[in-house]
């Protein structure tokens, strides 16, 4: 982590964290003394993570308004959220919280769609956002969650790690389901919504060599690591 020093808050804030998926698995690699701060806009998500007790402070805001003085964290983590907020009034207000040096780290960990019979469910992941009119920056697979942060002065990328993901298997209706449970499905009628599961379903049970029973669904993990660039204080 950036050297601390007084006005320093927080080592870690963590941007998007939702149900608390990631603080559970960072708070059990952290040292217990770790000051730690999970923020999501969600109240309903927020409400899951603090049922499960891991010793954080929540509050809930948005990245384009974080209530915190300027230079007061060390480590800003978003995973699986950046692609969310990726503007630049977010990036503004992620940089002032940040101690000049502090670390910015996108974390995704992502299904693989440009492999195989993968490539048909992005296809119509596309097609339906079209549809109910949702704007393709929201998906990270689009790659215009890097447009801004590329573009600005405020973050330098120090490092990208290409890991290995999750494993994921199972039988054929576990894999639609999981794949077709994102929130843009949801505003499509029953079925409306089976019609299109339908035809991913067909698109896998024609797919040559595929086992309906054990399908493995590719995953793979993006790890961004961005230094907050020492910046004149005029211009945070």
């Given amino acids: 982590m950036p050297s601390s020093d007084q006005n320093i808050l927080y080592q870690v804030l963590e941007m998007g964290a939702g149900t608390g998926k990631m603080t559970q698995e960072l708070v059990r690699k952290l040292p217990a003394a770790t000051k730690y701060l999970a923020v999501d806009i969600s109240k309903n998500f927020l409400s899951v993570l603090e049922s499960k007790a891991l010793g954080v402070e929540i509050i809930e805001a948005s990245a384009d308004n974080i209530p915190l003085p300027d230079n007061s964290v060390q480590v800003v983590v978003c995973a699986q959220s950046f692609h969310w907020f990726s503007d630049m009034p977010c990036l503004k207000s992620i940089y002032r919280v940040l101690v000049p040096g502090g670390l910015l780290v996108l974390i995704w960990n992502r299904k693989c769609f440009e492999e195989g019979w993968m490539q048909p469910f992005l296809k119509q992941r596309y097609e339906v956002m079209a549809k109910v009119g949702a704007a393709q920056k929201y998906l990270y697979q689009s790659g215009e969650w890097r447009h801004c942060i590329s573009d600005c002065d405020l973050f330098h990328l ?15 209706e576990k894999i639609l389901s999981n794949l077709t449970t994102v929130s843009v499905y949801k505003s499509f009628s029953p079925q409306e919504r089976e019609a299109y599961v339908e035809k991913l379903r067909n698109v896998l049970i024609h797919w040559p060599g595929l086992d309906l029973n054990n399908i493995k669904m590719p995953f793979k993990t993006d790890l961004y690591i ?11």
Avoid at 226 to 236: D, G, I, L, P, R
């Fill in 158 to 172: 120090d490092k990208h790690y290409d890991l290995p993901g999750v494993d994921f298997s199972g039988p054929l």
């Fill in 226 to 236: 961005y230094t907050a660039q020492n910046m004149v204080a005029s211009e945070k």
